[in-house]
């Protein structure tokens, strides 16, 4: 099994904040997604990442993929209330998901 | 309709009771997966269809029974289940089967389990 842990669980935080969630691994990957998911609804795809030390840019988010790629990271800028949710990254060839990251960002 | 689409969205048995949940996709996709989502717990597959052909059963209990007609259809066929079973159950979609692929969900079907 491909366990993949995520960093904080939850977050709170204000409108015009930072923040950078954390997805780890002891394995690795071929590549790593990274999925928001809102209430009510399946989640979505926001970027896949697949060389190791790879940044890609989502207008305010930056994904980062370790370069040993094992790890991955989301850096949001100036949050907006339009980011809360769950954050979840993803992985693997059986499809492992991590534990998600809750996500509020308070107006 | 586009996209994935579940129904229904939401469903109360009982231990005893027999139903289907049913996804449907509008992508023209090739593969179909079933997961379920459980408080405090990552998500977890289920089954996998390549083509209309299960390539994967994670060690999912008898009780969940899962049809694939053909492509664009995946349905859930659940008896007897249990209390533990209560969950977020989604459909996804993807191309084909490959790890690379995104995956297309729908909102889910939320079980109650009595």
Avoid at chain 1, 2 to 20: A, W
Avoid at chain 1, 84 to 102: I, K, N, V
Avoid at chain 2, 34 to 54: G, R, T
Wanted: one cysteine or more.
């Amino acid at each position: 099994t491909q366990l993949l842990e995520q960093s904080p669980q939850f977050l709170s935080i204000q409108e015009g904040e930072n923040l950078t969630v954390y997805c780890n691994s002891s394995s690795v990957f071929s590549s790593l997604q990274w999925y928001r998911q809102e209430p009510g609804e399946g989640p979505v795809l926001l970027v896949t990442v697949v060389t190791g030390g790879e940044v890609k840019k989502l207008k305010r988010l930056t994904f980062q993929f370790g370069d040993a790629r094992k790890d991955s990271s989301l850096h949001i800028t100036a949050a907006q209330p339009g980011d809360t949710g769950l954050y979840l990254c993803a992985g693997g060839d059986q499809f492992y998901f991590g534990t998600g990251t809750s996500l509020t960002v308070i107006p | 309709e586009t996209g994935v689409t579940q129904t229904p969205r939401h469903l109360v048995m009982g231990m005893t009771n027999k139903k289907s949940l049913k996804c449907e996709q509008h992508l023209g996709h090739n593969a179909m997966y079933w997961y379920k989502q459980s408080a405090k717990k990552p998500l977890e597959l289920m089954f996998v269809y390549n083509f209309k052909e299960q390539t994967e059963n994670n060690s999912v209990p008898s009780r969940f029974s899962p049809e694939c007609p053909n492509s664009s259809h995946l349905f859930l066929h659940l008896h007897t289940l249990q209390p533990e079973d209560s969950a977020l159950y989604l459909c996804a979609s993807s191309p084909e089967r490959a790890s690379y692929n995104e995956q297309f969900f729908g909102p889910g079907t939320r079980l109650t389990v009595l």
